[in-house]
């Protein structure tokens, strides 16, 4: 029977969600986007129903956080919350009566990136996850896992960088390359941390591709099978020297606005 | 980040908490008059004022999509903005803020509707701990009274029309209200809110208010601005 990370919501009926949830995690410009629309007709000449999702969609609070983060006025709980609430109206109007339908669930990102962009912004984790805590545990985690090295090409030549992506709201530096490089690089370690703790299936994004679409495509399979998971890969070290993957970084503010009630 | 810690900011933080109709906000009106004739720095700061989010809670409520969930967490999100914004930095001032309403509201009504209790306390870990919480004691027939006397209507969120448990507004309103009541009073050991009984004549009440706001700042005298 599925299960929660913690609490369940007034309503929800677990035993009923008998479709499939798999997400597709990775950062920003990995190719989420790209492997999901490989994988859904794939599904679907199978004669799986399939229903694609994704962050800051929801008909509640999607358009609301787009214009906030216009204004980039945002404090950092503040932005967490609002996603949190993005977040639980996909789960209860999307996610949730689709799972109940026998539908396989694939969702562009989920739970870890939302969680991986507040811990860099420096928010207590253990808050964090109690936040997110009414989340239903996926059947699959693929993590398109990609070192920052290999992300920067994509990221420029395709569309240029970001603000947000940047993580200019923490002004860790004047220019948007080294901002990119830093706020990227930190955001990767969290999420080294979260595949451990969540026992992410990790793929290496840093193929073709063709390549990764075979990769995911046969965890998928195996999913839908109901075969176990192959046994988790440890997470493979990139080239440039890396801190400790417990030590995730987090991104110093230069005035460190401290939550609430701090000294 | 310190959660729900007795905050170090040396402004001071006063909220008034209790049932629609138990005559909270009067009495914070008053406090307020009484302390800018006193010459503090006092600042009102309004639940539901955010404009990030007031769009967002406005549809969500408009078109009656809001879920247990999403309300607690909108009503979160728009309190956080509020807490970053607008509180910390005044209490960071030096200024008297006064809230009608806080965390208990929410407290209150999310676990009416159904929310774990432990969930959302710690949902607003991020919270400043107020100087002092007082809480209006009313009985419901009271209250009911008050409010149904000077009323047009009531909201669909506001009578509790979400939670099924009446075709009657007016009905689901006094059995929300009851509910909201219960959980308040579970509320004032756990959380140590002064309590004033809200049945006294109004004049009394402020009496009793003042007094104990006036304690408070005799230890936060250089907020005082010369007259």
Request: hydrophobic share 40%; with cysteine.
């Amino acid at each position: 029977m599925r299960e929660t990370y913690g609490t369940t919501l007034p309503g929800m009926r677990l035993g009923e969600l008998t479709g499939k949830l798999i997400v597709i995690e990775g950062t920003d410009g990995v190719g989420r986007t790209t492997q999901i629309n490989l994988l859904k007709p794939w599904l679907e000449q199978q004669g799986r129903a399939v229903l694609e999702t994704g962050v800051s969609r929801s008909s509640l609070a999607g358009k609301g956080i787009k214009q906030a983060k216009e204004g980039h006025t945002l404090g950092r709980i503040t932005l967490t919350l609002f996603y949190g609430t993005d977040f639980a109206d996909r789960l209860e109007h999307e996610i949730v009566p689709a799972l109940r339908a026998g539908f396989v669930v694939l969702t562009d990102r989920y739970i870890y990136s939302l969680m991986a962009r507040a811990m860099v912004r420096g928010i207590d984790p253990a808050w964090v996850r109690n936040v997110y805590s009414f989340a239903l545990k996926p059947d699959a985690v693929f993590y398109l896992r990609i070192g920052v090295d290999d992300l920067i090409p994509r990221v420029v030549f395709s569309r240029g960088f970001d603000y947000w992506e940047s993580g200019m709201d923490l002004h860790p530096s004047e220019d948007m390359y080294e901002s990119f490089r830093k706020y990227q690089g930190a955001l990767l370690s969290q999420f080294d941390v979260l595949a451990e703790q969540y026992g992410f299936d990790i793929v290496d994004a840093s193929m073709d591709i063709r390549s990764v679409s075979a990769r995911l495509k046969a965890g998928v399979a195996r999913v839908l099978s109901g075969e176990p998971p192959e046994p988790l890969f440890s997470i493979p070290k990139p080239k440039e020297a890396v801190e400790p993957a417990t030590e995730a970084k987090v991104i110093q503010m230069p005035a460190p606005a401290k939550a609430a009630g701090a000294d | 980040m310190k959660r729900y810690g007795e905050h170090r900011f040396p402004g001071k933080l006063f909220v008034v908490e209790g049932i629609d109709g138990s005559g909270k906000s009067t009495q914070l009106m008053l406090l307020h008059q009484w302390l800018q004739a006193e010459g503090y720095g006092t600042v009102f700061s309004e639940w539901n004022s955010s404009p990030l989010v007031k769009d967002t809670t406005r549809r969500g409520k408009k078109k009656q999509m809001l879920t247990p969930a999403t309300f607690s967490l909108i009503h979160a999100t728009d309190f956080a903005d509020r807490m970053e914004h607008n509180i910390i930095p005044l209490l960071k001032a030096g200024a008297v803020v006064l809230c009608d309403r806080y965390i208990y509201t929410a407290f209150a009504r999310d676990v009416v509707r159904g929310m774990d209790p432990k969930w959302v306390r710690e949902l607003y870990g991020f919270a400043v701990k107020p100087t002092t919480a007082f809480y209006f004691r009313v009985p419901l027939d009271v209250a009911m009274k008050r409010i149904l006397d000077g009323r047009t209507g009531l909201k669909f969120y506001e009578a509790g029309m979400d939670l099924g448990l009446s075709e009657d507004e007016e009905e689901s309103f006094a059995i929300f209200q009851e509910r909201i009541l219960e959980e308040y009073e579970k509320m004032v050991p756990e959380f140590d809110l002064t309590v004033i009984d809200a049945t006294l004549p109004i004049e009394e009440q402020q009496v009793i208010m003042r007094q104990v706001v006036k304690a408070k700042l005799a230890q936060a005298k250089r907020l005082r601005v010369a007259p």
